[in-house]
């Protein structure tokens, strides 16, 4: 009977001890457990950046292309082929040159035929003017003897016929005086023709462009051909950017523009607006598509894009620019001097926070995230968030004017002290 108890003791004791031993098994697991969490724990590191007080101006984005300020196109009055071509692209040209020649073979044969006929015509006339003084030297001894002999000799008819004929001889002479005065126009408008087959330049400049080569027919039949297109000067330009709607309002006359173009990189560019379109100046939807049909225009029209064109007149005393160039301009729209402001990317900063720990100033859970907003959907107050006492604390502040890069703040409630946040970083 008692090995019956001690056994049934023994059993109880094994078992107690087993207990005991899972108990202090788990609470070594847990413990390290806990010690791996504790020197594995991952902490939040803010970016912060003080604001600076600094010259801040909101710009408007367009692009362009540079054109000579005044330009001048060269054609032909007349057609024909072109004998010779003096002149190329890039070349300078002085008032008067001669830099190209029609073929003037025709023109002179022209000349010539007018000249032939002119001549002809006035000896048509010199033998008119003849015949008037034979009529007229009849006419009058008609009229003599029938004056003298009282009506009887010679008879009326006889009278009136030499009259007539006198009168018709005159107005001959008339005839032949209008046809000397048309040809002799017809004449000198031939001459003009040779005249005008030597193309001159009209002004001081430089060849721009050139559309014809030696050997080549020109018609000038229906309207003047464009042969060359002379700069006068290229130490002016202009530059006509292309502002879309959206920003054309902020844009006035007399505003900054800095503008640059790919030859010269680094390179940057002065000079004001000098001139504000009122007509939109480009559209995706052409004007044949407006007239197709209802359908297929309302379509175009909801995807046109407005834009207006812009003038800026720049002085090229280096001759770095050249017409046609390609241009990236920013057009400041306004500028504020010595101006509190901070990193536009603190505006897009918001952490999410789960729970909060106050004496020790660690924030639980994830690391705080970006909340995606652009700058559009920001007004003139905005939430930014700050570290105090080493705290994340999230203020309301006023906003001015915007860069794209740099925000301005106009409320007190910070200053260059203020530590801003911008993200984080965990480690």
Request: aromatic share 6%.
């Amino acid at each position: 009977m008692n090995e019956v108890y001690n056994n049934i003791k023994q059993q109880k004791r094994n078992k107690l001890k087993l207990i005991i031993t899972i108990i202090i098994a788990i609470i070594i697991a847990l413990a390290g457990i806990l010690a791996w969490f504790m020197l594995n724990r991952k902490e939040d590191i803010y970016i912060t950046q003080n604001p600076i007080i600094q010259d801040i101006s909101q710009d408007v984005s367009a692009t362009g292309t540079l054109s000579p300020t005044d330009t001048v196109e060269v054609g032909s009055q007349i057609s024909g082929t072109l004998l010779e071509v003096l002149v190329d692209v890039n070349d300078e040209v002085k008032k008067g040159q001669t830099i190209a020649i029609i073929d003037p073979e025709k023109l002179n044969q022209s000349v010539d035929n007018f000249i032939a006929q002119l001549q002809s015509a006035k000896a048509e006339l010199y033998s008119a003017e003849v015949q008037l003084e034979n009529k007229q030297w009849n006419y009058e001894n008609y009229l003599e003897l029938y004056n003298k002999t009282n009506g009887k000799s010679p008879s009326k008819m006889q009278l009136k016929t030499s009259e007539l004929e006198y009168k018709s001889a005159k107005a001959d002479i008339e005839i032949k005086k209008a046809a000397i005065k048309q040809l002799e126009t017809s004449l000198n408008s031939a001459k003009i023709d040779v005249k005008n087959s030597i193309i001159t330049s009209p002004t001081n400049g430089i060849i721009l462009s050139r559309n014809i080569e030696p050997g080549q027919t020109v018609a000038a039949s229906f309207s003047t051909p464009t042969l060359f297109t002379i700069a006068k000067d290229l130490s002016k330009m202009k530059l006509i950017s292309n502002v879309l709607e959206a920003d054309i309002g902020k844009v006035k006359v007399g505003q900054d523009v800095i503008f640059s173009v790919d030859s010269y990189p680094n390179e940057e560019f002065n000079a004001k607006v000098a001139k504000v379109n009122y007509a939109d100046s480009s559209s995706t939807s052409s004007s044949s598509s407006s007239s197709s049909s209802s359908g297929s225009s309302s379509n175009s029209n909801s995807t046109n894009i407005v834009s207006y064109e812009v003038t800026t007149y720049i002085n090229n005393d280096k001759l770095l620019l050249r017409p046609g160039m390609s241009a990236t301009a920013t057009i400041k729209t306004e500028v504020q001097k010595n101006a509190l402001t901070i990193p536009y990317q603190a505006l897009l900063f918001k952490p999410i926070k789960d729970t909060k720990k106050e004496s020790s100033g660690f924030i639980m859970g994830g690391p705080p995230k970006r909340e995606k907003k652009s700058y559009s959907e920001i007004g003139s107050t905005g939430k930014i968030w700050i570290l105090q006492d080493g705290i994340p604390k999230e203020i309301e502040v006023e906003i001015g004017i915007s860069n794209g890069r740099n925000v301005q703040i106009l409320s007190n409630n910070i200053n260059t002290n203020t530590q801003v946040i911008l993200q984080t970083q965990t480690k």
